[in-house]
Nanobody
């Protein structure tokens, strides 16, 4: 089992950047695929990015490809999401999530979730 806590959200202007962090507790962090997902007001939760246990495989939603980068530091039990060229439509609560298995883009396959961090992009 793993516990997750996100940080780094905030208010940023369009075109700006933010870096989200997710700190995980548990000795088996390095065995999990880690992902970032988001939920905007009135919308369903959607996949953003995922990274395999080693970081060697990554998967991105089309809407963030070329702008966001997911990475992880297994020594620090932390996963990151570098968000560049932010757009107002990126405004959402961002969640860190974990699962055993491959870097899936299917939201329901993620078993462990953090409480989320708000990202607001102003136009």
């Amino acid at each position: 089992q793993v516990q997750l806590v996100e940080s780094g959200g905030g208010l940023v202007q369009a075109g700006g950047s933010l870096r989200l962090s997710c700190a995980a507790s548990g000795r088996t962090f390095s065995s999990y695929t880690m992902a970032w997902l988001r939920q905007a007001p009135g919308k369903e939760r959607e996949f953003v990015a995922a990274t395999s246990w080693s970081g060697g495989v990554t998967n991105y939603a089309d809407s963030v490809k070329g702008r966001f980068i997911i990475s992880r530091d297994n020594a620090e039990n932390t996963v990151y999401l570098q968000m560049n060229s932010l757009k107002p439509e990126d405004t959402a609560v961002y969640y860190c999530a974990a699962r055993s298995g491959w870097a899936s883009d299917y939201v329901r396959q993620y078993n462990y979730w953090g409480p989320g961090t708000q990202v607001t992009v102003s136009s």
